[in-house]
């Protein structure tokens, strides 16, 4: 799936212009910033698949159900901790038993507004993307029919699907129409750098500014990390170190197994994560992964598809640098001259986009 290039000029010529404006390193305006970022407004809903409350509470119910995967060992919730930023505190995710995970578990945080869905990009719905990880063997390694029909017993599913569908008819669809429906609440806002766009010059403290001024600016963040949920849900290879995971036998064979599965050619010769290009297939797109949203990224260490960055220092060190080595990396990724002082200020700013779970009118959206 490509995004039109239209719309990605004119959204860089946006942000572009109010780098300018940050570039001289004067603190953005709460307007200014309030442009390039906002805030996340009402959660994108399928009409196939209205919001109900009864469907959150089963969804999360499934989420949290460690029959969901075929060993009864895991839950969607085992790669998504909500003390940890619906994240996992490894570089890499949980793995079903006797599998290897090569990928970090990505944040569900604000995934609502996320297009396209998961690392590589391969997902387009969330409702479709939540049953994935249930059949697919390096995570829960279960099959969706099986699934249902071992849920059709119980006499507690069978209620809560009749409440929130209509009927007690389970199925793997409505199995993810109802996890989905779960995540899409899982929405944070009311940040300090919110508070700051609505106005409220004292939200930020002053090595909160300073890294305000330099994300827009100097630093050059905003370029990639742009909108209400900080990302232009754009691909890009930075460099990320893989060798924790490439030098792992058993990691590198689910490298090669993920890639054999989408049908990409090359696939047993592989001796990285191809990223991108395992969906596309297209070279170009090779070790490019999606520009992940920003919201409440204080509670998600490790960072990076593989969890190379164990810490926002870290992160801030590597964009610092230029990022890591690749034939492939982005243009974009040039050293930033920052100094130790600006590196600390940066961090202290992201660390300002930390919110709070968004209370849902769910009677609202019925």
Known sequence: MRYPSSALALGLACVLGLVAVASAGETPSPAATRKAIGQPGPVPVPEDNPLTEAKVKLGQKL?????????????????????????????????????????????????????????????????????????????????????????????????AFESAFGDSDITPRRIGQAIASYERTLVFEDSPLDQYMAGDQEALGEAEKRGLALFMGKGN?????????????????????????????????????????????GWASLEEDPGRQAVTKDPADRGKFRTMGLRNIKQSAPYMHNGALDSLEAVVAFYNRGGGDHPNKSALMEPLGLSEDEQADLVAFLEALTGKRRDMDLGQQD
């Open 63 to 159: 989420f949290r159900d460690t029959r969901l995967s075929g060993d009864g060992s895991l839950s969607c919730q085992s790669c998504h901790l909500p003390d940890h930023g619906f994240a996992v505190p490894t570089a890499t995710g949980p793995a079903y038993p006797s599998m290897t995970e090569r990928r970090n578990s990505p944040t569900l945080i604000n995934v609502a507004y996320n297009r396209p869905l998961i690392w590589d990009g391969r997902a387009g719905s969330l409702d479709k993307q939540a049953l994935g990880p249930i059949k697919n063997v390096l995570h829960l390694n279960n099959n969706l029919d099986l699934l249902a029909e071992q849920l059709k017993t119980d006499e507690g599913y069978r209620k």
């Open 221 to 265: 963040c905003i370029t990639c990390h742009n909108g209400p949920n900080l990302t232009d849900n754009q691909f890009y290879n930075l460099g990320v170190p893989d060798e924790h995971v490439t030098d792992d036998s058993a990691a590198l064979a689910s490298i090669r197994f993920d890639a054999k599965r989408l049908g990409m050619e």
